[in-house]
């Protein structure tokens, strides 16, 4: 069992930054592949970012491609996505998600966060 939970949501004015976390505990954190997921009301889950378990290899949605960049450590356990240059189109429910294959398909994560609010207002 992996548990996560996601910190650093709020509400930001476009152009904005934030920086969202995810602190796992449980299992090896290092042993697992990390993604981070997002969804709009209405809208099915979106991938936005994953990497590898050690880091070496990271993805990225077209949607946040050089705006946003997914960092982890796994000293601290955490997984990180700083969010740069925010939208209006990026206000959704942020997830943190693990497992042990790095994917953009949500249906292959195993283990999720509760999620954080970003709301980026125009």
């Known amino acids: 069992q992996v548990q996560l939970v996601e910190s650093g949501g709020g509400l930001v004015q476009a152009g904005g930054s934030l920086r969202l976390s995810c602190a796992a505990s449980g299992r090896t954190f290092s042993s697992y592949a990390m993604g981070w997921f997002r969804q709009a009301p209405g809208k099915e889950r979106e991938f936005v970012a994953a990497?590898?378990?050690?880091?070496?290899?990271?993805y990225d949605a077209d949607s946040v491609k050089g705006r946003f960049t997914i960092s982890r450590d796994n000293a601290k356990n955490t997984v990180y996505l700083q969010m740069n240059s925010l939208k209006p189109e990026d206000t959704a429910v942020y997830y943190c998600?693990?497992?042990?294959?790095?994917?953009?398909?949500?249906?292959?994560?195993?283990?999720w966060g509760q999620g954080t609010q970003v709301t980026v207002s125009s």
């Open positions: 998600a693990a497992d042990p294959n790095i994917s953009s398909y949500y249906l292959e994560y195993d283990y």
């Open positions: 990497i590898s378990w050690s880091g070496g290899s990271t």
